[in-house]
């Protein structure tokens, strides 16, 4: 078998993979990135949301968009993109055995950077089997990619940022959200993620868990109940469900099989994921000339892979003895580490951090402590809590739903005034100062979690004006009457549609406005068709 000779193997070609291969390419390092898919970009290409973060990690970007930027940059490298390439072994000399479609080869490199990401979890329960059940993941790709509906009335299991965003997208697609039940007493992902499926409607049923899944050759039904603080069932308790789908979102384990074949040593930490390979903080492995990034190296957000495939990208190639100089250590190994560790510093990404250091200094390396503690109520629809009060303006100005401490600012970079703030870089809340707000509405069109309003009670009369984001097809026509609803999906009252704005800025997200009652303003947070 002919051996190819080549700089650096990239195994992987989703978030992680991409970035790592950008830099290594960019430093001259003949790269080969392999993947078994027919398309690069791993599950970006699934994400039709958009991300959170800073401009340095998409922000306010869709998911799809992210990966059509990173192919394109890892195309302008020195990278050799190998897709429906399976590798199937690989060992500690670096010698890396892989089949596409047509042959067995193998590469021989000098250093390798594994991306392999991670495989969703599964819960067992009687039924589990039946065709309806599903991983999130798998609905995400039949919905996002194949344009298909996995079903119509769904009920999801896990709160995770994943089923918050897999609910979403199932409601844009026209399916029913019957429930969606936590075990936890309170919600696991994002606040704002929470919002836009309360504002539906959506039951939110923390403390609850699936007992059983029942229909003759698919699901018809789903039984549910609530459990104690032990975990266990609640005798009594038991609710039957009308469903045809039932998504299993409750987590994701990462793939090590390639890193332990290749001798890494692998550990288990539950605030990663799972079993990971042990890695120091430049995502150097136990064995010289190997590195991990993204999921692999533990489960977080796209925003972390993509720099810590940075991070691996320019330790692989130190190793080889191409630094880039002074520009690229900034760019790809402080930078990166130092947003990482902004990342890392929001309260729902603290067990990342505390795994993290517990792996570094199992390879001997410290980490400097220099995050900041937060606080914050999490689990509430709403957030902390529900401002009342209409704010004082003779024009339209927005209002800020956003109270958890989350990695993002999109809304801090799109105002042209400044008018919104961040004080604590990125991980604080954002503060609206009323004065330099125009009511021009751009903040909303970048917010991922569709948590900014504008409000006018400027107006004579008994009638105010509210804009809404809106991500929903058929779109309201102008001078619909329609049902107002409240953060809770419940019905508030009647409103009129009397502009919707569109634009290619604002990357389909359309600003609907609405004239209704002035003491709705604060109290109407979604509509829906009177039919």
Not at 380 to 391: A, E, F, N, T, Y
């Amino acid at each position: 078998m002919k051996v190819e000779k080549v700089d650096v193997v990239v195994i992987g070609a989703g978030p992680a993979g991409l970035a790592a291969a950008e830099v290594t390419g960019s430093l001259g390092a003949k790269t080969v990135v392999v993947d078994e898919n027919s398309q690069p970009g791993g599950q970006l290409f699934k994400q039709i949301h958009k991300f959170f973060g800073s401009s340095n990690h998409y922000a306010g970007t869709r998911g799809f968009n992210i990966a059509r930027e990173l192919i394109a940059r890892v195309k302008e490298g020195n990278v050799d993109l190998r897709l429906d390439t399976v590798c199937w072994d690989l060992n500690e000399q670096k010698q890396v055995m892989l089949a596409d479609k047509e042959r067995t080869f193998q590469l021989q490199a000098k250093a390798v950077i594994l991306a392999t990401g991670a495989n969703e979890k599964s819960i067992v329960f009687p039924g589990w089997t039946l065709p309806g059940v599903m991983t999130a993941g798998a609905a995400q790709t039949l919905t996002n990619i194949h344009g298909v509906l996995p079903g119509k009335k769904v009920l999801i299991i896990g709160s995770g940022n994943v089923g918050l965003i897999v609910g979403y997208q199932l409601l844009q697609g026209g399916a029913h959200i019957v429930a969606l039940v936590e075990a936890a007493p309170t919600t696991g992902g994002y606040d704002v993620h929470v919002a836009k499926l309360a504002r539906k409607g959506v039951p939110i049923l923390t403390s609850h868990t699936i007992l059983e899944a029942r229909g003759k050759g698919r699901v018809e039904e789903a039984v549910i109940a609530q459990v104690d603080q032990n975990w266990q069932p609640i005798a009594g308790t038991e609710k039957t469900l009308e469903v045809d789908t039932i998504l299993l979102a409750v987590g994701l384990n990462p793939m090590v099989e390639l890193a332990s074949m290749a001798g890494c040593q692998v550990v288990y930490s539950p605030a990663l994921g799972g079993y990971v390979p042990l890695h120091d903080e430049n995502m150097a492995t136990t064995v010289p000339g190997i590195f991990v990034a993204g999921d692999l190296a533990g489960v977080e957000e796209a925003s972390s892979a993509m720099e810590e495939g940075h991070l691996a990208g320019w330790s692989a190639a130190k190793s080889l003895g191409l630094t880039g100089g002074p520009e690229a250590e900034r760019r790809f190994f402080v930078e990166a580490r130092q947003n990482l560790e902004d990342l890392r510093s929001a309260p729902l990404s603290r067990k990342i951090w505390e795994g993290k250091k517990k792996l570094w200094a199992q390879m001997g390396s410290a980490a400097e402590e220099n995050v900041v503690e937060y606080t914050y109520v999490s689990g509430k629809p709403c957030g902390k809590s529900i401002p009342d009060r209409l704010p004082v303006s003779d024009r339209p100005v927005a209002v800020v739903e956003c109270w958890q401490n989350i990695p993002c600012d999109p809304c801090t970079a799109a105002c042209p005034r400044q008018a919104i703030t961040i004080e604590d870089h990125l991980i604080g809340t954002p503060k609206l100062d009323v004065d330099k707000c125009n009511g021009c509405g751009i903040c909303m069109t970048k917010c991922p979690g569709l948590a900014i309003f504008l409000v006018d009670g400027s107006l004579p009369g008994e009638e105010g004006r509210l804009t809404l984001p809106y991500e929903y097809r058929p779109l309201p026509q102008v001078e619909e009457t329609v049902i107002t609803l409240d953060r809770q999906g419940q019905p508030v009252g009647q409103g009129r549609v009397i502009r919707v704005r569109q634009s290619e800025k604002f990357d389909r997200t359309v600003l609907v406005t609405l004239q209704l009652p002035k003491e709705h303003l604060m109290l109407v947070r979604g509509f829906k068709s009177l039919e």
